[in-house]
């Protein structure tokens, strides 16, 4: 972005270990923007934008058309008021020392200490919607104590009310329902100069007084452009496109303003209004225009320039509510002001002067109550170019120009070259032999920008080695003491909320970076191999989990592994073992036993249980240990591994180690003992019946559950069942139709009754 534009400005910050802490950067696009409309902006942070986890600070504003618009960005490694400072420090830097007129953030104390220190000048307020979501769940309860205190609460926040009205009708509230002591009433009126637009009335906020434009712009970023899981450059690249997509939006509002448009009324100021403002501005003003035919004017008997406005329907049960607003409407000297500052405040007529003008039949309204960044004129030209991308060539050409000229030559010839195959090949010849001359000259300007980059790096080198040679003692040596020079990734930040140890708040550092996606593997021409994931190795190399190459020298693995160790029951879970130890650790390709066997004592992730695994590790110990020597200690270890074991019992070793019968390690040990023991004691030679138990009846008897008595059994008592149910439904049908002949009343039976009759 530097590159195509000189005036995007960035900075970061790194901590004592060279790693990036805060970054903070604006197009020139953003920075123009905040010429024209930045005096009043919002400033908020959402999390999980990234994968670092750094919180994303944007400071959003409002343009001419309404829309939320982007000023500036920032990523910050912690909440703490020096991060604070510094990001607001390098915006007002990138401003050009421009301070807001009006700041709304959340209630962030570091935020709020940050502020008044790099803002002197501007007015600090407080969001509504995060107060008032702050104490959502004490004011639920009295809602529910007290159904109509809601809506008077919300009427007495949304009424243009003045400072003392305010406090007037707030007193009232608490008397009423008796809220003296109620904690929640207690600390909204002891924060209420920092949300109520009742104290802040005559301060320019440009209809904001909530951060939702930033929290709408969070969610645009997050729905749309980035992912939890993106690096760096990545984001940077999504929020650049999301700052492009605003603009486009900005543009398309733009050329819609510039339509016609047709006046509801016959009122000069209307025509006026409809002529200078934009058409999303125009819209405001002429909604509140309809709504100001519901008020009622008279004239005040001590000036005549005086109004009184107030609404037809004025309700009873408020007494602050049947307030008259004053207005001081004089044409002579073109004042017209109204006692609720919504002017003011906002840079819009209220509906009380709109009913003012109506009454008055005004023709003009005078032009400094017009305000320029509301206007259709409202974007100014700076000193610097505003765009972000180069819409020029070095000697001056339009690049869009040149692009509708080639575009329509090309189309020229693709229409009239199609209708022969020899024109077609002709044709096709020349854009190829025009494609690859274009690539040759391609490479010919890299070729000499490298050339420029490397002597450059010689003649520095040399500078350098004069210097510590002292051939050039009158030439003041320069320190090269750049520590931005090698930037390490920034770790994982912690954010609000999160689950982190009282360590790791101290230090200020967390875990390393989650791993993200992996990159795609390149092949000779520099294409991705692949879209898809490994899941063995966990990389993007065109081969899946059967093809890998891991799993195939996992296999070479186990039967090795099988050949010192020999066949055992657990081969499958030793399988996934040494699975996920290649993809966690490169092992080369190699066929020495030696080498390819695995340690026991590591912890590797398998797909079952985690206590299977630990109980298994016990086993295949003291199975090694019965195989070397047969000692008395073996059966003291096994005794106290039955005690500690699992809560169910093995059928097999009659031992609670955390297995059954089917993976019972001593499972073929045990059973050629019984066998040699039946031998000695009947003479006669025993066989097993089998290895594997039933799924049905969990027992090793030589079958399977298909072959399963028990499931014959089952089967043949469901069908039983089920022709008797057939048998019963056959038999009722049978009785409802003889019932149905009996009570039939067709005409034929109705004949056959008479004649009885």
Same mark, same amino acid.
């Given at each position: 972005?530097?590159?195509?534009?000189?005036?995007?400005?960035?900075?970061?910050?790194?901590?004592?270990?060279?790693?990036?802490?805060?970054?903070?950067?604006?197009?020139?696009?953003?920075?123009?923007?905040?010429?024209?409309?930045?005096?009043?902006?919002?400033?908020?942070?959402?999390?999980?934008?990234?994968?670092?986890?750094?919180?994303?600070?944007?400071?959003?504003?409002?343009?001419?058309?309404?829309?939320?618009?982007?000023?500036?960005?920032?990523?910050?490694?912690?909440?703490?008021?020096?991060?604070?400072?510094?990001?607001?420090?390098?915006?007002?830097?990138?401003?050009?020392?421009?301070?807001?007129?009006?700041?709304?953030?959340?209630?962030?104390?570091?935020?709020?200490?940050?502020?008044?220190?790099?803002?002197?000048?501007?007015?600090?307020?407080?969001?509504?919607?995060?107060?008032?979501?702050?104490?959502?769940?004490?004011?639920?309860?009295?809602?529910?104590?007290?159904?109509?205190?809601?809506?008077?609460?919300?009427?007495?926040?949304?009424?243009?009310?003045?400072?003392?009205?305010?406090?007037?009708?707030?007193?009232?509230?608490?008397?009423?329902?008796?809220?003296?002591?109620?904690?929640?009433?207690?600390?909204?009126?002891?924060?209420?100069?920092?949300?109520?637009?009742?104290?802040?009335?005559?301060?320019?906020?440009?209809?904001?007084?909530?951060?939702?434009?930033?929290?709408?712009?969070?969610?645009?970023?997050?729905?749309?452009?980035?992912?939890?899981?993106?690096?760096?450059?990545?984001?940077?690249?999504?929020?650049?496109?999301?700052?492009?997509?605003?603009?486009?939006?900005?543009?398309?509002?733009?050329?819609?303003?510039?339509?016609?448009?047709?006046?509801?009324?016959?009122?000069?100021?209307?025509?006026?209004?409809?002529?200078?403002?934009?058409?999303?501005?125009?819209?405001?003003?002429?909604?509140?225009?309809?709504?100001?035919?519901?008020?009622?004017?008279?004239?005040?008997?001590?000036?005549?320039?005086?109004?009184?406005?107030?609404?037809?329907?004025?309700?009873?049960?408020?007494?602050?509510?049947?307030?008259?607003?004053?207005?001081?409407?004089?044409?002579?000297?073109?004042?017209?002001?109204?006692?609720?500052?919504?002017?003011?405040?906002?840079?819009?007529?209220?509906?009380?002067?709109?009913?003012?003008?109506?009454?008055?039949?005004?023709?003009?309204?005078?032009?400094?109550?017009?305000?320029?960044?509301?206007?259709?004129?409202?974007?100014?030209?700076?000193?610097?170019?505003?765009?972000?991308?180069?819409?020029?060539?070095?000697?001056?050409?339009?690049?869009?120009?040149?692009?509708?000229?080639?575009?329509?030559?090309?189309?020229?010839?693709?229409?009239?070259?199609?209708?022969?195959?020899?024109?077609?090949?002709?044709?096709?010849?020349?854009?190829?032999?025009?494609?690859?001359?274009?690539?040759?000259?391609?490479?010919?300007?890299?070729?000499?920008?490298?050339?420029?980059?490397?002597?450059?790096?010689?003649?520095?080198?040399?500078?350098?080695?004069?210097?510590?040679?002292?051939?050039?003692?009158?030439?003041?040596?320069?320190?090269?003491?750049?520590?931005?020079?090698?930037?390490?990734?920034?770790?994982?930040?912690?954010?609000?909320?999160?689950?982190?140890?009282?360590?790791?708040?101290?230090?200020?550092?967390?875990?390393?970076?989650?791993?993200?996606?992996?990159?795609?593997?390149?092949?000779?021409?520099?294409?991705?191999?692949?879209?898809?994931?490994?899941?063995?190795?966990?990389?993007?190399?065109?081969?899946?989990?059967?093809?890998?190459?891991?799993?195939?020298?996992?296999?070479?693995?186990?039967?090795?592994?099988?050949?010192?160790?020999?066949?055992?029951?657990?081969?499958?879970?030793?399988?996934?073992?040494?699975?996920?130890?290649?993809?966690?650790?490169?092992?080369? %390709? #190699? +066929? @020495? *036993? &030696?080498?390819?066997?695995? =340690? /026991?004592? $590591?912890?590797?992730?398998? %797909? #079952? +249980? @985690? *206590? &299977?695994?630990?109980?298994? =590790? /016990?086993? $295949?110990?003291?199975?090694?240990?019965?195989?070397?020597?047969?000692?008395?200690?073996? =059966?003291?270890?096994?005794?106290?591994?039955?005690?500690?074991?699992?809560?169910?019992?093995?059928?097999?070793?009659?031992?609670?180690?955390?297995?059954?019968?089917?993976?019972?390690?001593?499972?073929?040990?045990?059973?050629?003992?019984?066998?040699?023991?039946?031998?000695?004691?009947?003479?006669?030679?025993?066989?097993?019946?089998?290895?594997?138990?039933?799924?049905?009846?969990?027992?090793?008897?030589?079958?399977?559950?298909?072959?399963?008595?028990?499931?014959?059994?089952?089967?043949?008592?469901?069908?039983?069942?089920?022709?008797?149910?057939?048998?019963?439904?056959?038999?009722?049908?049978?009785?409802?139709?003889?019932?149905?002949?009996?009570?039939?009343?067709?005409?034929?039976?109705?004949?056959?009754?008479?004649?009885?009759?």
């Amino acid at each position: 972005m530097k590159k195509e534009n000189e005036n995007f400005f960035y900075d970061y910050k790194v901590d004592d270990e060279n790693r990036l802490e805060n970054v903070f950067w604006s197009n020139a696009s953003s920075r123009a923007a905040y010429a024209d409309f930045g005096d009043c902006i919002t400033f908020d942070t959402t999390y999980k934008s990234n994968k670092h986890h750094l919180p994303l600070a944007v400071f959003v504003g409002v343009n001419n058309h309404l829309q939320s618009t982007i000023f500036g960005v920032a990523l910050m490694g912690n909440e703490s008021e020096e991060s604070f400072k510094w990001v607001f420090s390098r915006f007002l830097e990138c401003m050009g020392g421009k301070q807001p007129i009006c700041i709304l953030t959340d209630q962030c104390p570091a935020m709020a200490k940050a502020i008044p220190k790099i803002f002197p000048r501007t007015l600090h307020k407080f969001c509504r919607w995060h107060i008032m979501n702050k104490h959502k769940d004490p004011l639920k309860k009295l809602y529910k104590l007290f159904p109509d205190l809601k809506d008077q609460l919300t009427a007495i926040l949304n009424h243009p009310l003045m400072p003392s009205e305010f406090e007037d009708a707030w007193k009232a509230l608490i008397e009423k329902y008796n809220l003296h002591d109620i904690n929640v009433m207690i600390n909204l009126w002891a924060e209420r100069k920092l949300w109520i637009s009742a104290y802040w009335k005559e301060v320019f906020c440009a209809r904001m007084t909530s951060t939702q434009r930033s929290e709408s712009m969070n969610f645009v970023l997050k729905r749309g452009f980035v992912t939890e899981r993106d690096n760096l450059h990545i984001f940077a690249k999504q929020v650049n496109n999301c700052v492009q997509a605003r603009h486009e939006a900005e543009n398309a509002e733009a050329n819609a303003s510039t339509g016609t448009r047709k006046t509801v009324t016959r009122y000069g100021f209307e025509a006026q209004v409809m002529d200078k403002y934009t058409r999303a501005v125009y819209s405001v003003f002429r909604e509140r225009q309809y709504h100001s035919t519901a008020f009622r004017i008279k004239t005040s008997q001590d000036n005549p320039n005086n109004y009184l406005v107030h609404h037809y329907n004025q309700s009873k049960e408020f007494a602050w509510s049947r307030h008259e607003f004053r207005v001081l409407a004089d044409e002579a000297e073109g004042r017209y002001e109204c006692e609720c500052k919504l002017w003011e405040h906002t840079g819009l007529f209220c509906h009380h002067v709109i009913a003012v003008f109506e009454n008055l039949r005004l023709d003009e309204i005078p032009s400094k109550y017009i305000l320029q960044r509301y206007t259709k004129d409202a974007v100014t030209n700076p000193d610097f170019n505003r765009r972000d991308y180069r819409t020029t060539t070095e000697d001056g050409t339009s690049i869009e120009y040149r692009r509708t000229i080639l575009y329509s030559e090309a189309v020229k010839i693709i229409n009239k070259r199609c209708s022969s195959e020899a024109k077609f090949q002709i044709a096709l010849s020349a854009f190829r032999d025009a494609n690859s001359r274009l690539d040759n000259k391609d490479a010919e300007l890299e070729n000499n920008e490298d050339a420029e980059m490397e002597n450059n790096e010689q003649s520095s080198n040399q500078d350098n080695t004069t210097r510590e040679t002292g051939e050039q003692n009158d030439i003041p040596q320069a320190e090269n003491n750049d520590p931005y020079a090698d930037i390490q990734p920034p770790l994982v930040a912690i954010t609000k909320g999160s689950k982190t140890t009282d360590a790791a708040r101290k230090n200020g550092k967390c875990k390393p970076p989650v791993p993200a996606r992996p990159e795609p593997e390149l092949d000779e021409y520099g294409r991705p191999k692949g879209t898809r994931i490994c899941g063995t190795c966990n990389k993007i190399d065109g081969h899946n989990s059967r093809t890998c190459k891991a799993r195939q020298l996992a296999k070479k693995l186990l039967e090795t592994h099988e050949k010192v160790y020999g066949p055992t029951a657990s081969s499958g879970n030793i399988k996934v073992r040494i699975r996920n130890l290649l993809a966690r650790q490169h092992i080369p %390709e #190699t +066929d @020495d *036993e &030696e080498k390819l066997d695995t =340690d /026991e004592g $590591e912890c590797f992730e398998d %797909e #079952t +249980d @985690d *206590e &299977e695994y630990e109980q298994e =590790d /016990e086993d $295949e110990d003291i199975t090694e240990q019965e195989e070397t020597q047969n000692t008395p200690d073996v =059966d003291d270890k096994l005794e106290n591994l039955n005690k500690k074991g699992g809560q169910r019992k093995c059928s097999v070793c009659n031992l609670r180690l955390g297995h059954y019968a089917s993976t019972c390690p001593n499972k073929e040990k045990i059973l050629q003992q019984q066998i040699i023991e039946r031998q000695t004691s009947d003479g006669a030679i025993v066989k097993p019946k089998g290895v594997k138990a039933c799924g049905t009846c969990n027992k090793i008897r030589g079958h399977n559950s298909r072959t399963c008595e028990r499931r014959q059994l089952e089967e043949q008592l469901l069908h039983l069942q089920s022709t008797e149910n057939d048998s019963n439904t056959m038999e009722d049908r049978s009785k409802e139709k003889k019932n149905r002949k009996k009570t039939q009343t067709t005409p034929a039976a109705i004949r056959r009754s008479t004649r009885k009759r």
